[in-house]
């Protein structure tokens, strides 16, 4: 199986970019199952119930999500109304709606598990990822023998972490949030693919996605600053893994495209 995984959709030109040239690049590549984050599609916080759609009919199978997926109240029955979005499995506590791991099927219908988590670091979270991931794998492997984790953190060292210690247990731990592309996309001992930051799409003559100057003047003056989504530079970021029909990884590549 051949799985594509595109990292946060950062406002329109992410968006645009995965509308346009999703479902080539899915031919292009030989995917058999797509899983985007649309954590920053809505202007760059958050993702309305409406794009969400948008992303799911241009070729993702399921879409995860990150710390601002209460920004847009639309998304929140939506979360529940859908089983093909998941929202980090560790906010919100008791009750919160969505879900945390989706079960979809890829091209020729094998079952994929996909979690969503949030890091600790940096970021707040209502249960520790850590105390929480052996549950969901646990639950996720009884559904699936391929699992993806997108693991949705601001530290380097908790995604190496949380990477090493599924190694072997899941068939990729790809870390998002940060919006730069890292240079260790590798497959692990025991099996597991793994990146520390797959990226974004979206818009990289930028600060992480966001203009340039407003990003620049809201440090200068510590000053509140309306921020707005860039518009050069635009690819598509992300990372493709290679599995076995157990789920074991046998291959694992960043994935960088230029579209304008």
Do not use: Y
């Not at 099996?191 to 200068?220: C, F, K, N, W, Y």
């Amino acid at each position: 199986m051949r799985i594509l995984f595109l990292a946060d959709v950062f406002g329109a030109p992410g968006r645009r970019a995965v509308e346009e040239r999703l479902h080539d690049l899915r031919d292009d590549l030989q995917i058999d199952f797509c899983v985007v984050n649309g954590e920053n599609a809505a202007d760059g916080v958050g993702l309305t119930a409406k794009l969400a759609e948008k992303l799911l009919a241009a070729g993702a199978d399921v879409i995860t999500l990150g710390n601002h997926v209460w920004r847009q109240r639309d998304l929140v029955p939506f979360l529940d109304a859908s089983d093909r979005i998941v929202r980090p499995a560790n906010l919100g506590g008791p009750g919160a709606p969505g879900r945390g791991l989706a079960v979809a099927s890829a091209a020729d219908g094998t079952p994929v598990a996909v979690i969503n988590l949030q890091g600790q670091l940096f970021l707040e979270v209502a249960v520790h990822p850590f105390l929480l991931v052996d549950e969901l794998v646990a639950e996720a492997r009884r559904a699936a023998n391929v699992v993806v984790v997108d693991f949705h953190a601001e530290a380097t060292s908790e995604k190496v972490a949380l990477a090493r210690l599924l190694d072997g247990r899941v068939t990729a731990v790809l870390g998002t949030h940060t919006h730069v592309q890292t240079n260790d996309a590798r497959v692990q001992p025991g099996g597991t693919a793994a990146i520390t930051d797959a990226g974004m799409t979206g818009p990289h003559d930028s600060v992480i996605g966001v203009r340039a100057e407003l990003a620049i003047q809201r440090m200068q003056t510590g000053r509140p600053v309306r921020f707005h989504p860039a518009d050069g530079d635009v690819r598509i970021e992300g990372v493709v893994v290679e599995c076995d029909a157990d789920g074991r990884a046998t291959d694992c590549r960043a994935l960088r495209l230029h579209v304008g």
